[in-house]
């Protein structure tokens, strides 16, 4: 069976620290930055929790793919990127609490 996934770009309130990540549950995902469950990591230290961009995949695999090619991107690409889905930098995690 395959499991879906997707590829999701975090930032901190002031938005000026960008996060890629990819997981096959997105919302317990967002959970766990939001709750700085691993307070030690990136986005617990730098207060990354604000959810700017999401994609959903078919497969984990699809969705490392887009990852990978997003975290190739530059700063600009990512920007552009997430003005295209969400201009007014929204945090997008309640969309998702709806599913």
Do not use: C
Request: cysteine-free; overall charge positive; aromatic content about 12%.
């Amino acid at each position: 069976m395959e499991r879906g996934g997707s590829v999701y770009i975090l930032t901190n309130v002031n938005n000026t620290v960008l996060y890629t990540g990819v997981t096959s549950d997105l919302f317990s995902r967002l959970n766990e930055h939001t709750e700085k469950e691993y307070p030690k990591s990136f986005t617990a230290r730098y207060n990354i929790n604000k959810l700017v961009y999401y994609e959903n995949f078919h497969s984990i695999e699809e969705a490392i793919i887009r990852e990978k090619q997003i975290k190739a991107g530059s700063r600009k690409a990512k920007i552009k990127l997430i003005i295209s889905i969400n201009p007014e930098w929204k945090d997008l995690f309640e969309e998702i609490k709806n599913w």
